[in-house]
C-alpha cells in the first residue's frame, strides 16, 4: 500500500534551515506530484508548494518564495522539504501529501505523518 | 494571498445536517474545478473527504457532499453523527499552479 514516511522531528535555532524528507512506498515516486503544507500549533493547514518527482521542477507559494526548495532523490523514493532563515513563525508540523497520477488537482489522499519543526533559541 | 474564508464553527445535533461554507474568489473557488474538503481530527493527519467540489472517494460515507456556487463552495454533513466531530479544511488551486486552504472549521456534534 502507499506510504510516506517523514523525517523525525527538529529543534532549530533562528536563522537556521531546515532539511525535511518524505519517503515514498508502494508506488512509483516519479509518476505523482508531492505537496507540501504545514501546520501551526493550533492553526490551520497552509500549502508551501508542489514537486514534479519526475523532472525535479518546482513551484512554491509566494510566501516562501526564496527560502523554500523542494528536491528530490529518485534512487531512494525520496522527496525532500528545505526552509532557510527560520523564525518562530515557522514552528510547525510539516507534511508531505501526494497528488494524483501524472496531473496537478490538488488532490491528496495519501499523508506522510508529519514532522514537527521547533524554532526556538 | 489570504486563506479562503471558513467560519471558525459550527454545529448540529446527531442525526441533523450542517453546512460549512468556504468562500473565495474568482481567482480561485469560482474558476477552480478542483475544490476538496480535509477531516483532522486533533493530533491527526487530514483525511480527504470530498474531491473535485463533489465527488466522493472510496469509502467515505455518502453522508458527505460537497457543492458549489461562484466563488463559495460548501460542505454538507447529513444525519450527524459523533464520529463526525473534527476540524474541516477546504481548499482550491489558486491560478499559476498553486493551491490555497481555507482557514478551517470546528465542526461540534451537540
Known amino acids: 500500500q502507499v506510504q510516506l514516511v517523514q523525517s523525525g522531528a527538529e529543534v532549530k535555532k533562528p536563522g537556521a534551515s531546515v532539511k525535511v524528507s518524505c519517503r515514498a512506498s508502494g508506488y512509483f515516486l516519479s509518476a505523482f506530484y508531492m505537496h507540501w503544507m504545514r501546520q501551526a500549533p493550533g492553526q490551520g493547514l497552509e500549502w508551501m508548494g508542489w514537486?514534479?518527482?519526475?523532472?525535479?521542477?518546482?513551484n512554491y507559494a509566494q510566501k516562501f518564495q526564496g527560502r523554500v526548495n523542494m528536491t528530490r532523490d529518485t534512487s531512494i523514493s525520496t522527496v525532500y522539504l528545505e526552509l532557510s532563515g527560520l523564525t518562530y513563525d515557522d514552528t510547525a508540523v510539516y507534511y508531505c501529501?501526494?497528488?494524483?497520477?501524472?496531473?496537478?488537482?490538488?488532490?491528496?489522499?495519501?499523508w506522510g505523518q508529519g514532522s514537527l519543526v521547533t524554532v526556538s533559541s | 494571498q489570504s486563506a479562503l474564508t471558513q467560519p471558525p464553527s459550527a454545529s448540529g445535533s446527531p442525526g441533523q445536517s450542517v453546512t460549512i461554507s468556504c468562500t473565495g474568489t474568482s481567482s480561485d473557488v469560482g474558476g477552480c474545478d478542483y475544490v476538496s474538503w480535509y477531516q483532522q481530527y486533533p493530533g491527526k493527519v487530514p483525511k480527504l473527504m470530498i474531491y473535485d467540489v463533489t465527488k466522493r472517494p472510496s469509502g467515505v460515507p455518502d453522508r458527505f457532499s460537497g457543492s458549489k456556487s461562484g466563488n463559495t463552495a460548501s460542505l454538507t454533513v447529513s444525519g450527524l453523527q459523533a464520529e463526525d466531530e473534527a476540524d474541516y479544511y477546504c481548499?482550491?488551486?489558486?491560478?499559476?499552479?498553486?493551491?490555497?486552504f481555507g482557514g478551517g472549521t470546528k465542526l461540534t456534534v451537540l
Open positions: 514537486i514534479n518527482p519526475n523532472s525535479g521542477g518546482a
Open positions: 501529501a501526494r497528488d494524483v497520477y501524472r496531473f496537478l488537482r490538488y488532490r491528496f489522499d495519501s
Open positions: 481548499s482550491a488551486c489558486a491560478g499559476r499552479n498553486t493551491m490555497i
